[in-house]
Structure formats: structure tokens, C-alpha cells
């Protein structure tokens, strides 16, 4: 059964830090991994999806790596700002490729 | 905006009531899932549908739950003799399929039952 773990639970940097959150699952035969914003009450946004054949997608201050045969997967957070305070969520296609097995998720507070 | 939408947006029921909630994909989309989620919890997978056609149900769907999506377009998720342990967000999301398969999802129902 896949199991998805994110590290730590809940993170607070100062404005402008640069930082790194974590992501494990037990099982590598994935499709895709997905990381993912929700803000308290809200659904969730989608930042970044890696295929099972790439090592790594960015969109503007995010980059997202993923280890497969390990089973991790980073997203790196530069130049954090007060506006990025929200739950990240990791999440990765079981073998069907169709449903989404998510972690708890990692709560940022970035203080200005 | 995704351009996933739910309907309604927070629902407050009293246990043993049935309760209905409605979902509006992306309109290209053929892929359609619905999960669950509970405060401090990551999302919970319950059904995905392709098409009009139902593919896939979690154990966590009991038999007082139910999902159809007719032609294949809007979705509901109805539940029967509501009990307080129903009381969570419910997330809807879309995809094109059947690759990459990113999944976006609206803004969720939250179901708190009395």
C-alpha cells in the first residue's frame, strides 16, 4: 500500500529564506507526483506535476525534484515571501495512474 | 481560478438527514475524482469517474454514499442518513487524461453534520 510522508509537519522562516520541503512515498512504481498549495479553508492549487521520466520541474521560485528510485521528492522554495504561507501537498498517482495519494502536508508560515 | 466549481460551498445538515453536493469539471475534461479531507489531513481518494462511466471507489465509500456523473459532464455526491463523522471537506477535481494527468481541483463542500 503507497504511503506518502512529508517532512517536517510545519516550517516558519523569516521573509527572503530560501527553503526545502520533503516528500517520501514507499512504493516507486508512480506515474506522476504532484506538489500542491491550500490555503486554510480553500481547495487546492496545483504548483507542479512531475512525469515518472523527468528528474525535475520550476515555475518561477519553485523547483520540484524527484528521486524515483529512492522514493523522494524536494520542492524548493527560493526567496520565500509572506504571501507563500499555506499547506504544501504531495501527492502521487497509485499504479492505476488515476487516483492521487496524498501526504499530510507541510504548513509554512514565512514571517516579513 | 481552475475552473473547477462546487456547489454549495458549506453545508450544514442534521445527522440522519441525506445531503447532495454538485461538481462542475473543466469543461474539456473527461476525468472526474472526488476525495475527501479532514482538518490536518491530506485528501482522501473516494471515486473517479471517466466519462459518464464509474471506474474506481474507495473503501471509504460506504453504501451510504453515492456518485453518478450523467453524459459525462457535472457530477453529484449524495449522502444518505448523514452522521457526524461525514463532517469534512469534499474536494472535487478534473483532468484531461490520460497523460500527464494533472489532476486540478475546485474549491471544495464543507459538510459539517449536527
Known amino acids: 500500500k503507497q504511503e506518502v510522508t512529508q517532512i517536517p509537519a510545519a516550517l516558519s522562516v523569516p521573509e527572503g529564506e530560501n527553503l526545502v520541503l520533503n516528500c517520501s512515498f514507499t512504493?516507486?512504481?508512480?506515474?506522476?507526483l504532484q506538489w500542491f498549495r491550500q490555503d486554510p479553508g480553500k481547495g487546492l492549487t496545483s504548483l507542479l506535476l512531475?512525469?515518472?521520466?523527468?528528474r525535475e520541474q520550476t515555475s518561477g521560485r519553485l523547483n520540484a525534484s524527484l528521486d524515483k528510485s529512492s522514493g523522494r521528492s524536494t520542492l524548493y522554495i527560493a526567496a520565500s515571501q509572506p504571501g507563500d504561507s499555506a499547506t504544501y501537498l504531495c501527492?502521487?498517482?497509485?499504479?492505476?495512474?488515476?487516483?492521487?495519494?496524498f501526504g499530510k502536508g507541510t504548513t509554512l508560515s514565512v514571517s516579513s | 481560478d481552475t475552473g473547477v466549481s462546487q456547489n454549495p460551498r458549506h453545508k450544514i445538515t442534521k445527522r440522519g438527514q441525506n445531503v447532495t453536493f454538485r461538481c462542475d469539471p473543466i469543461?474539456?475534461?473527461?476525468?472526474l475524482y472526488w476525495y475527501r479531507q479532514t482538518l490536518g489531513q491530506g485528501p482522501e481518494f473516494l471515486t473517479y469517474?471517466?466519462?459518464?462511466?464509474?471506474?474506481?471507489k474507495s473503501r471509504l465509500l460506504s453504501d451510504r454514499f453515492s456518485a453518478e456523473r450523467p453524459k459525462g459532464s457535472f457530477s453529484t455526491l449524495e449522502i444518505q442518513r448523514t452522521e457526524q463523522g461525514d463532517s469534512a471537506m469534499y474536494l472535487c477535481?478534473?483532468?484531461?487524461?490520460?497523460?500527464?494527468?494533472?489532476?486540478?481541483f475546485g474549491p471544495g463542500t464543507r459538510l459539517t453534520v449536527l
Open positions: 469543461s474539456e475534461h473527461n476525468r
Open positions: 469517474f471517466q466519462n459518464e462511466a464509474q471506474l474506481e
Open positions: 501527492a502521487v498517482d497509485n499504479q492505476a495512474g488515476t487516483a492521487l495519494i
Open positions: 512531475i512525469q515518472s521520466s523527468q
Open positions: 512504493d516507486s512504481a508512480i506515474y506522476n
Open positions: 477535481a478534473s483532468s484531461l487524461g490520460p497523460s500527464p494527468n494533472e489532476q486540478f
